[in-house]
């Protein structure tokens, strides 16, 4: 049996969006607030199990939904890109943070360690940018 076990890399994305000039140092660094609160892997009981990346996340209001648009694995660099588009609410709704649940099905994981970007959007027709990032241990 397989046991994922996680662990908070960074806060925020910041290799990602670092320019850097060609043996100096960076020269701009981009750290969003993401207002991530928990992050657990949650295993299924199949054989074989298949995990699930789940995200507590604060939002402005109640009601926003998360659409998975994409999740990419790149085997040789251990890295999975996972990309999401935030959904408001439609309609008047309180002005309260509220905790959103996202969950993100990872299938089956093989033994190892990945690191784990997470790209949001709110507009659909703009491009992700980078929101949190994190290490999972596989073993």
Request: glycine share 8%; charged share 20%.
């Amino acid at each position: 049996m397989r046991v994922v076990t996680w662990a908070t890399l960074l806060s925020a994305m910041l290799a990602v969006s670092c320019s850097v000039v060609a043996g100096g140092p960076a020269t701009r660094v981009w750290a969003p607030d993401t207002g991530v609160g928990a992050i657990e892997v949650v295993a299924d009981k199949s054989d074989p199990t298949r995990f699930t990346l789940v995200v507590k996340r604060e939002m402005p209001t109640p009601g926003w939904t998360f659409l998975v648009d994409s999740v990419e694995a790149d085997t040789g660099s251990s890295r999975l890109t996972i990309k999401l588009t935030e959904v408001g609410p439609s309609g008047i709704v309180a002005q309260v943070l509220t905790p959103a649940r996202i969950e993100v099905p990872l299938g089956q994981v093989e033994p190892g360690a990945y690191f784990v970007e997470l790209w949001t959007r709110r507009d659909p027709a703009k491009p992700h940018q980078p929101g949190h990032a994190l290490i999972v241990l596989a073993r």
